[in-house]
């Protein structure tokens, strides 16, 4: 049981924080209500329209996030090879090339079919 | 660090037919776009061939390899096999090109939104729909690990590895595209959330037993170390997983809406290929891993049998789509290959492994024929446009009919061999009320299959009914290989059986 009472008490400590946080704001903090402060994100700049109509939201954003997804996983995996490489050897150098070939593969189709091209 | 060795002459198959998956990502990237099609086909086909001939040069191999996460014995060799052979015939309905007018079965850009003007112009240009090879490559290459996984994680991989490209392939269907990408919409999230089950639940069983493996988990059941509240519910999330994609009840409901709104000819390939993986890897981790708690986990697997086998043929009864009769009937066959599951012996494990084959054969063979009779919007699934089918074309009705005989259970079709074998064995492993229940259940299925005949042979055509597609060589020839399967295992099951019980011993 001690073993968890550190990750217990951080629990409680957030909770705390949460609700006081929100408790203290609503409490002291300044009502004025515009046309930003209604706004979704709240900064001042135009939300993106909404696709009307059954329209669709541009593909595009998701080939970025495809395209980021491929160079995080690539960095994820790379990064603690990178620093065990001595211990890793041989062995781990043939698999990390391997993995970066199969990772390469997607990126370059994405190329190809036009991925890349931001008209 | 001393380099693990990896056993690659055994993983061969399984590399081949991945390696044909990512070469055939880099053939959609390079080479143009009239000559993709041919290359696809070849390139799938020719990998699937080489994999099976290395599945056969590899039979009686029995080794743990890559470090204890992969298991290449009978009954893997067995169902990878068998998965190729299956997947190589889905092919030659994938490659179909005649029933479609320009295209293939499949929309031509998947990502097109359906009914719009971009549509349109890619149908106008006849373009083909060819990324279904590398997707369906990789999902095979799934479907060969799923079953050869030894220990949780690589059995979590190679689920997730063949579920994805099947959620896309769900999704791609040329004609009812809404459907279809409703369905894939829904396979997607119900299939998500059973990975999820799964995941969870081989955490659990990873605290109890402190390791992945399954011989560990089997001797950490052995050893009594406490804190079996932890495996019991671990055991049951890990089942809720590998039950979904049996398409067991009371996880079955994806099961309808995902078959009929996917492409017919995947529909064919999942139903065949899917089931028959997931209860590979059901067998090795239940049988392997978890047989020292037999006891705990049969009450739980009879109950799952039963209630699939009865909601299976009830609801069945009620359909009306010809699609949906078929899935239903799969969860109910689903359910008659649990009545034997649950006998853990190596009866058990023959039976099993005949069964799936034979039905393999069988539902593709069905789903083929529902492709190919058509009317103006695509394929005429509505068991009413289905009247008088056979005085209009006598050898498909008779060939359709022969496949209902088959999933019904007459005798010298394989589905009678099979279902005899799955009750003998569940009857010997002490199973008698399932084989009660199974036995029952099936004589009800029966009438229902029979109704289809008798609707195609019996009534009168309807006035404004569906015209029946000549297909190329391509459907005919899966359609043959399925129908002549049917009557072979039926008739003559002996060398399959004996192939069979060879097999049905899981390395340790």
Redesign the interface.
Known sequence: MDLYAPMIGLIILGAVFAVFSVVVSTVIGPKRYNRARLDSYECGIEPTPQPVG?G?IP?KYYLTAMTFIIFDIEIIFLYPWAVRFD??????FVAMVTFLF?IT??F??E???GGLEWD | MIAPSIEYSALLPMIIVFGAGVVGVLVEAFVPRRFRHAVQVILALAALAAAFVQVVRLGGTEIIGAVGSVAIDGPALFLQGTVLVLAFISMFFFAERRIEAGGNAFAPAASSLPGSEEERVLVQQRALQTEIYPLSMLAVGGMMLFPAANDLLAMFVALEVLSLPLYILCGMARRRRLLSQEAAMKYFLLGAFASGFFIFGASFVYGFAGSLEFAEIDAALGARVGQEGLLLAGVGMMAVGLLFKIGAVPFHAWTPDVYQGAPTQVTAFMAACTKLAAFGAMMRLFYVGLGGIRTDWQPMLWAVAIATMVVGIVVALSQTDIKRMLAYSSIAHGGFILTAFVAVDELAIAAILFYLAAYGFVTLGAFAVVTLVRDAGGEATHLSKWAGLGRRSPLLAATFGLFLLALAGIPLTSGFVGKLTVFTAAFQGGAMPLVIVGVLVSAVAAFFYVRVIVLMFFSDPAPEGPTVAVPSVWTTAGIAVGAVATIVLGVLPGPLLDLAEQAALFIR
């Not at chain 1, 211990?87 to 781990?92: R, Y």
């Open positions: 059954g669709r593909i211990h890793l050897g041989v062995f781990g199969l593969v997607p370059v189709y190329w190809r079919r």
